[in-house]
């Protein structure tokens, strides 16, 4: 990295500090730390809902996939504009309406004390280790590249985000994210008009697309069905919807970013604007890795993008039979390049015998270069049986390190803090949320309202206290995690146990009036085990396990209600 | 539904519908994209 680079991201992270200090300098009561005082705009919403969702790993990881499986990635948020109008419709005006702080408020009024708790209960365990992983993931990465110390870079990155997000609460979180989002629109903008424009051969953008579609990179969708396929059409569409229901619709990190709209209408178009510029917003990340591919094919890349796994393999015992492989690499990376020129030059000359002849070497040269792979992924397993032998998530950056110029580095950079603080500030407001509304002041303080001025800033102080405690939790998590190993996948794959199930119960809760909070509570009790078995004991996506969850919940509780279970409590608003 | 408008569209059917359509139209674009490139 340049002193330039480091000028830009040290200014970036700075002003964001600094902004969101700024914004968030006055709150007098919960209302105002929590909720923004409900005075935001919808493009504010919209951008704040988009930088909760997107962390750092979508955009190191996003490109990566594009890179390595091509678009069919972009089928997951299919479904997620359905759900937008769903919420839309149904949830922003009762969760306004009753005026609440936290999704989880909502279920007492409609069932009881234990159905909200649990909901309550299960969030702050998901999004509490999901806020380490947050802040983990890209500082592992950003390690591995740059070679900085990882503790140290999750230190920072935690420590930038509690103090403005303490300081300040929602409305710091909300403005913050509104220039997240700028930074990271422009940071990869940039990256993405940069590539295409130094595609090396004076290869051309139409020619970067034909080669990448020949190449079965562009694969945006795929209409088979298949349960154990994790990306298409039909798993995008109704595994997504149901995500995005529950993500969007009960997980108080995105709850809490709509209800801070001055007005019904604000919190639903925010919603909407989101609905509709998520999927080409992750269809231009994806398309990136692709292009990132066809600068590969015609430049030398490296074997394996993580350059810490490589140099331990280098210097094992396995050492010189990797090289050999790394040779063999390089070989049959030149032998692609000049089928890809060659292919270019036939396509070009309108022939297309000669280009169809050229697509079929191309093909089995890029076969021969992705043998070769293989095998030194292989070897890196063999060498060290605990190495990560997936590169997906450094080929992007390590792209960006090698071939992007001074400045757009540290630009890129920058949108990559900004994309880790974004999520891991809402996370961090929602677990304070959470805590102090459905937790402290329910069984601790038992006040509904801020009943005075003393109460208003002690339940702040509260509050600032648990974002301190939940932002010391997650670093304390995140300097743990690399210990965890396999346990990651496992803590990663959390949210998609859940989900289903908490969305089961809203569900239950906005539209089957006549169901109580035993008869849910039950439901969702058997259908978490059911979910569980899922994941255990059968290969099923795990898009399908919110599916599963959510209709087990809607089932089972309604059978129960039947059944004479559960005391029939009226809902206290309508859809 | 609310009384109140939405900032844009006219009523919220026609945004819910503008959302639709456009999920609709990126859907077959990504479709055509797929095929014509493949």
Same mark, same amino acid.
């Given at each position: 990295m340049t002193l330039l680079d480091w000028?830009v991201l040290v200014?970036s992270l700075?002003?964001?500090?600094?902004?969101?200090?700024?914004?968030?300098?006055?709150?007098?009561?919960?209302?105002? %730390?929590?909720?923004?005082?409900?005075?935001?705009?919808?493009?504010?919403? &919209?951008?704040?809902?988009?930088?909760?969702?997107a962390s750092a790993i979508t955009f190191l990881s996003t490109p990566g996939q594009g890179f390595a499986d091509?678009?069919?990635f972009?089928?997951?948020?299919?479904?997620?504009?359905?759900?937008?109008?769903?919420?839309?419709?149904?949830?922003?005006?009762?969760?306004?309406? @009753?005026?609440?702080?936290?999704? %989880?408020?909502?279920?007492?009024?409609?069932? =009881?004390?234990?159905?909200?708790?649990?909901?309550?209960? *299960?969030? *702050?365990?998901?999004?509490?280790l999901a806020a380490g992983l947050t802040i983990y993931a890209p500082s592992l990465i950003l390690s591995v590249l740059l070679g900085w110390n990882l503790a140290v870079t999750n230190l920072v990155t935690g420590a930038l985000v509690?103090?403005?997000?303490?300081? $300040?609460?929602?409305?710091?979180?909300?403005?913050?994210?509104?220039?997240?989002?700028?930074i990271i629109? *422009?940071g990869f903008?940039?990256a993405?008009?940069y590539i295409?424009?130094? @595609?090396?051969?004076?290869?051309?953008?139409?020619?970067?697309?034909?080669?990448?579609?020949?190449?079965?990179?562009?694969?945006?969708?795929?209409?088979?069905?298949?349960?154990?396929?994790?990306?298409?059409?039909?798993?995008?569409?109704?595994?997504?919807?149901?995500?995005? @229901?529950?993500?969007?619709?009960? =997980?108080?990190?995105?709850?809490?970013?709509?209800?801070?709209?001055?007005?019904?209408?604000?919190?639903?178009?925010?919603?909407?604007?989101?609905?509709?510029?998520?999927?080409?917003?992750?269809?231009?990340i994806l398309?990136l890795g692709?292009m990132v591919f066809?600068f590969y094919?015609?430049s030398a890349p490296p074997v394996f993008f993580n350059p810490v796994e490589v140099e331990r393999v280098r210097a094992g015992s396995h050492g010189?039979e990797f090289r050999?492989i790394e040779?063999?690499y390089a070989?049959?990376s030149?032998? !692609?390049?000049? !089928?890809?020129?060659?292919?270019?030059?036939?396509?070009?000359?309108?022939?297309?015998?000669?280009?169809?002849?050229?697509?079929?070497?191309?093909?089995? &040269?890029?076969?021969?270069?992705?043998?070769a792979r293989r095998e030194a992924i292989e070897v890196i397993e063999k060498s060290d049986p605990a190495a990560q032998t997936s590169d997906t998530n450094y080929v992007f950056l390590s792209f960006v390190l090698r071939h992007l110029p001074a400045g757009i580095v540290g630009l890129v950079l920058a949108a990559i803090f900004a994309a880790s603080m974004s999520s891991t500030?809402?996370?961090?407001?929602?677990?304070?949320?959470?805590?102090?509304?459905?937790?402290?002041?329910?069984?601790?303080?038992?006040?509904? =309202?801020?009943?005075?001025?003393?109460?208003?800033?002690?339940?702040?102080?509260?509050?600032? $206290?648990?974002?301190?405690?939940?932002?010391?939790?997650a670093i304390a998590f995140a300097e743990y995690a690399s210990r965890l190993g396999s346990l990651i996948e496992a803590v990663n794959i959390?949210?998609?146990?859940?989900?289903?199930?908490?969305?089961?119960?809203?569900?239950?809760?906005? %539209?089957?009036? !006549?169901? $109580?909070?035993?008869?849910?509570?039950?439901?969702?009790?058997?259908?978490?085990?059911?979910?569980?078995?899922?994941?255990?004991?059968? =290969?099923?996506?795990?898009?399908?396990?919110?599916?599963?969850?959510?209709?087990?919940?809607? *089932?089972?509780?309604?059978?129960?209600?039947?059944?004479?279970?559960?005391?029939?409590?009226?809902?206290?608003?309508?859809? | 539904?609310?009384?109140?408008?939405?900032?844009?569209?006219?009523?919220?059917?026609?945004?819910?519908?503008?959302?639709?359509?456009?999920?609709?139209?990126?859907?077959?674009?990504?479709?055509?994209?797929?095929?014509?490139?493949?």
């Amino acid at each position: 990295m340049t002193l330039l680079d480091w000028g830009v991201l040290v200014a970036s992270l700075v002003g964001i500090v600094l902004y969101g200090l700024w914004r968030g300098r006055e709150n007098r009561d919960l209302g105002g %730390y929590l909720l923004a005082d409900r005075t935001m705009r919808w493009p504010t919403i &919209a951008l704040s809902i988009m930088a909760t969702q997107a962390s750092a790993i979508t955009f190191l990881s996003t490109p990566g996939q594009g890179f390595a499986d091509g678009m069919r990635f972009v089928q997951f948020y299919f479904g997620l504009p359905i759900a937008m109008i769903v919420l839309a419709a149904t949830a922003v005006p009762i969760y306004h309406r @009753l005026k609440v702080f936290t999704a %989880y408020e909502y279920l007492e009024k409609r069932f =009881d004390v234990k159905t909200r708790t649990l909901a309550a209960t *299960l969030f *702050l365990v998901q999004r509490g280790l999901a806020a380490g992983l947050t802040i983990y993931a890209p500082s592992l990465i950003l390690s591995v590249l740059l070679g900085w110390n990882l503790a140290v870079t999750n230190l920072v990155t935690g420590a930038l985000v509690i103090v403005y997000t303490a300081s $300040g609460g929602s409305k710091a979180v909300n403005h913050t994210q509104f220039l997240q989002m700028m930074i990271i629109f *422009l940071g990869f903008g940039v990256a993405l008009v940069y590539i295409l424009g130094s @595609l090396p051969g004076g290869i051309s953008l139409g020619d970067a697309i034909v080669v990448a579609g020949k190449m079965g990179k562009l694969n945006a969708v795929d209409y088979s069905f298949d349960l154990r396929n994790r990306y298409n059409f039909w798993s995008g569409l109704i595994g997504g919807f149901f995500v995005a @229901l529950s993500y969007f619709g009960t =997980d108080q990190s995105q709850v809490g970013r709509y209800l801070t709209g001055r007005s019904i209408a604000e919190s639903r178009t925010g919603l909407l604007a989101n609905g509709i510029v998520k999927i080409p917003m992750q269809f231009a990340i994806l398309f990136l890795g692709a292009m990132v591919f066809v600068f590969y094919l015609f430049s030398a890349p490296p074997v394996f993008f993580n350059p810490v796994e490589v140099e331990r393999v280098r210097a094992g015992s396995h050492g010189a039979e990797f090289r050999g492989i790394e040779e063999r690499y390089a070989a049959a990376s030149e032998a !692609r390049r000049t !089928r890809a020129v060659a292919f270019v030059e036939a396509r070009r000359a309108g022939d297309p015998a000669a280009a169809a002849a050229a697509e079929e070497a191309l093909r089995e &040269a890029d076969a021969g270069a992705g043998a070769a792979r293989r095998e030194a992924i292989e070897v890196i397993e063999k060498s060290d049986p605990a190495a990560q032998t997936s590169d997906t998530n450094y080929v992007f950056l390590s792209f960006v390190l090698r071939h992007l110029p001074a400045g757009i580095v540290g630009l890129v950079l920058a949108a990559i803090f900004a994309a880790s603080m974004s999520s891991t500030s809402a996370e961090l407001n929602s677990l304070s949320s959470t805590t102090s509304v459905d937790f402290y002041k329910r069984f601790v303080e038992r006040t509904p =309202d801020d009943a005075d001025r003393a109460t208003a800033r002690r339940d702040v102080l509260v509050s600032k $206290g648990a974002t301190v405690v939940w932002g010391a939790f997650a670093i304390a998590f995140a300097e743990y995690a690399s210990r965890l190993g396999s346990l990651i996948e496992a803590v990663n794959i959390l949210g998609s146990l859940v989900y289903g199930t908490i969305l089961g119960i809203f569900v239950v809760g906005f %539209y089957l009036k !006549r169901v $109580g909070g035993t008869a849910v509570f039950a439901a969702a009790i058997v259908s978490e085990a059911a979910v569980i078995a899922c994941f255990l004991f059968t =290969d099923i996506s795990f898009l399908w396990y919110n599916v599963v969850g959510c209709l087990g919940v809607i *089932l089972l509780a309604s059978l129960l209600a039947a059944g004479g279970l559960g005391a029939k409590k009226p809902a206290p608003a309508t859809a | 539904m609310t009384g109140e408008k939405p900032p844009f569209g006219g009523s919220w059917p026609r945004l819910y519908a503008l959302v639709l359509l456009n999920l609709a139209a990126l859907i077959a674009l990504f479709t055509w994209f797929t095929k014509t490139f493949e």
